[in-house]
């Protein structure tokens, strides 16, 4: 596609539930991050697929994140037993490869309540 | 982990005028980026610096890459109420060619 799309742009989940965020990258960008964002603070790294493999995993807060791409494209950041404290604004972000400037979505505000 | 410094943390100005803000590291960059986030938007990437010392414009938008690469401030020229929104600077560490480091971000008003 012309851009990064990112859905839902909204979610709201209670405590505890488990919640899917979908991130479909521009058509060609074999890098695709995720990114998580709290308010008034910058974007922090989550992971970074280069293709179908996660290269890099480290900025994953703890094992109830986890994140697929299995066909290269479309990406999926899963979180379960969802907290309050993940509540943020998801970013999903792709490039040509890595030493490439990003080009970021419009990111999913995740709700825990 | 790598922290970057970003100031100021938000700036008041009148259309027109012109604005400076800046960001340090403890640590030795390969790249700097300069990205702006409208609200409920991702960061658009303004402008990306690979050399130390390198200078590069944007329209009204200048940035530089410092000399001791632990450095980067981002200038923009008179100023217009779209210019608007918040400013983050962010940097790949020497040995990472993928993962950025982003800054707090400078909030931009400007009074038209």
């Known amino acids: ?113 | 982990g790598q922290q970057l410094n970003q100031s100021p943390q938000s700036m008041f100005i009148q259309e027109g005028e012109d604005v400076s803000m800046n960001c340090t590291s403890s640590s030795i960059f390969n790249t700097w980026l300069w990205y702006k986030q409208d609200p409920g938007e991702g960061p658009v990437l303004l402008i990306a610096l690979y050399k130390a010392g390198e200078l590069t414009s944007n329209g009204r938008l200048t940035a530089q890459f410092g000399i001791t690469r632990k450095d980067s401030f981002l200038n923009i020229s008179a100023s217009i109420p779209s210019d608007v929104g918040i400013y983050f600077c962010a940097g790949r560490v020497v040995g990472s060619n993928y993962k950025l480091t982003f800054g707090k971000g400078t909030l931009l008003t400007v009074n038209p």
């Open chain 1, 1 to 113: 596609g012309a851009g990064v799309s990112q859905t839902p742009s909204n979610k709201v989940t209670e405590k505890g539930k488990y919640v899917e965020l979908r991130c479909d990258p521009i058509s060609g960008h074999t890098a695709l991050y995720w990114y998580r964002q709290s308010l008034g603070q910058g974007p922090e790294f989550l992971i970074y697929f280069q293709g179908t493999g996660a290269a890099d995993d480290s900025g994953l807060p703890n094992d109830r994140f986890f994140a697929v791409r299995p066909e290269g494209s479309v990406s999926t950041l899963k979180i379960q037993r969802t907290e309050r404290g993940d509540s943020a604004v998801y970013l999903c972000a792709s490039s040509p490869g890595e030493d490439y400037g990003y080009t970021f979505g419009s990111g999913t505000r995740l709700t825990v309540v």
